[in-house]
């Protein structure tokens, strides 16, 4: 088998063999019993359970022992492909049946494969198991655009943009184990960041959506509508105040409507709130404020698009070890704005608008980040992100991660302060 499994994939089990003798012992009981069971059952159900009992041990340890086969580390070797890695393989076969005839060479062989062993066993592996503990933000690799997870207790999290791809952005989910979505915010309605929205409804129960009173404009003109996809559980409420309720207007945490309206999302009607500034939420360990736009001005743009991007939601999130400003897709005249009215500074950036040229030097310096995180598609053809814009935060020093090279970025708490930890499905380049 081994022979084949080379030819065809060009790897080298290293685990096969005792997997395969662990689970051997197994094999037999699982197949003449699970076969003499189905015999059974059409004239004697009763009988049938109590031979499907045995058998679904000895199955429940065939799986056991190829799940810990499947997890364990330095368990594959890197070996040629098609008929030169057969024929190494047979080289490498002759060679060792060589050497272990000597019995001093078979103890330094099984020396040598203990240790390696005990090794693999105890050292940690060098892949990080994904989520990282104690995450706080995850921006997904969703390609070319925005989608952020924040973290919001057990099983729950805040969603700041859907990407493109509802796949990608329910994978990105699903990793993390949220099964809660207490409040979207969709920055503005473009398809990188609200295209994905289906992949967050897919099996959630989703609380309020938040939007701008740009999005809104844009959508009673007849711009990006959502389309049903036939979503079957109904919308949930936010939690009680304080939880992503709105307080009365006057409190710390007012959000200026004390009423949301509803809206379709993706087929679904679903309690929609408008950002204005000062709207503040808190969840789990995260507390979230909003700090632009205002819909009484938003800045202009060349085109249509800059207007909706200088539109977006801004976002301040903090936590007990620091905080996060996330840029939606703001460019140079939005920027320059936040910086005359004054912005507070986080200590990670989302870097607005996957790193375009379109940023204010003033407004990145301003932030005061020590680490900026930006979401953009490997190879895509707007040129980003910018070399002027990864030279300006190089100089500010400020370290830039990309979901393009580094797959999915996550914010995490470490001794007390923030880190960046990548998920690292590519190599940095």
């Known amino acids: 088998m081994t022979p084949v499994l080379v030819l065809m994939s060009g790897d080298l089990s290293l685990i096969a063999v005792p997997a395969n003798l662990l689970a051997c012992p197994a094999v037999a009981p699982a197949t003449i019993l699970g076969f003499a069971a189905a015999l059974v059952a059409p004239v004697w159900p009763d009988a049938a359970q109590w031979l499907v009992m045995p ?6 340890w065939i799986v056991s022992v190829a799940r810990w086969a499947a997890q364990a580390p330095l368990t594959h070797l890197p070996w040629p492909g098609g008929m030169l890695g ?66 919001a207790g057990s099983g729950r999290g805040v ?25 979207v915010v969709l920055t503005h309605p473009h398809a990188d960041h609200i295209g994905g929205l289906r992949g967050v409804l897919r099996g959630r129960s989703v609380g309020a959506v938040v939007v701008s009173a740009a999005h809104q404009t844009h959508r009673a003109k007849g711009g990006w509508e959502y389309r049903s996809h036939g979503a079957q559980d109904g919308p949930v409420p936010p939690d009680g105040p304080g939880e992503g309720q709105a307080a009365p207007s006057g409190q710390a945490s007012a959000s200026g409507h004390e009423r949301p309206g509803t809206a379709p999302h993706d087929g679904r009607q679903l309690p929609e709130w408008v950002a204005t500034p000062g709207a503040r939420w808190r969840f789990g360990p995260s507390e979230l404020t909003v700090v632009a736009p205002s819909p009484s001005s938003v800045a202009a743009g060349p085109g ?19 905080s996060a ?61 910018a070399v002027d814009t990864l030279t300006a935060l190089h100089r500010l ?22 880190a960046v930890v990548s998920r690292g499905v590519r190599e940095e380049r």
């Not at 490498?92 to 390696?116: E, I, M, N």
């Not at 990793?175 to 207490?182: K, S």
């Not at 840029?327 to 500074?345: F, Y």
């Not at 979401?375 to 707007?382: K, T």
């Open 55 to 60: 058998a679904g041990y000895a199955v429940g």
């Open 86 to 151: 057969v024929a190494l393989l047979a080289v490498a076969v002759v060679v060792a049946a060589l050497v272990l005839r000597r019995p001093t060479w078979r103890r330094v062989v099984l020396v040598a494969s203990g240790a390696a062993l005990a090794a693999a066993v105890v050292v940690p592996p060098i892949a990080a198991p994904w989520p990282p503990p104690r995450w706080l933000l995850v921006a997904c690799d969703v390609g070319q655009g925005d989608g952020l997870v924040i973290a």
């Open 397 to 418: 020093g400020v370290r830039a991660h990309r979901t393009d090279r580094s797959g999915d970025l996550a914010i995490v708490e470490r001794d007390g302060s923030l």
């Open 325 to 385: 400003l996330l840029g939606g897709d703001i460019e140079t005249e939005a920027q320059t704005d936040l910086v005359r009215q004054g912005m507070p500074k986080a200590d990670v950036l989302k870097v607005p608008h996957h790193g375009s040229g379109r940023q204010d030097p003033e407004f990145l310096a301003a932030v005061g980040a020590r680490a900026a995180l930006i979401s953009v598609g490997a190879d895509n053809g707007y040129g980003h992100p």
């Open 304 to 322: 249509e698009g800059s207007v909706l991007n200088n539109a977006s939601i801004v976002l301040h999130v903090r936590w007990a070890a620091g």
């Open 159 to 183: 969603v700041v943009d859907t990407g493109p791809d509802p796949v990608a952005m329910d994978r990105c989910l699903r990793d993390l184990g949220v099964r809660e979505v207490p409040l």
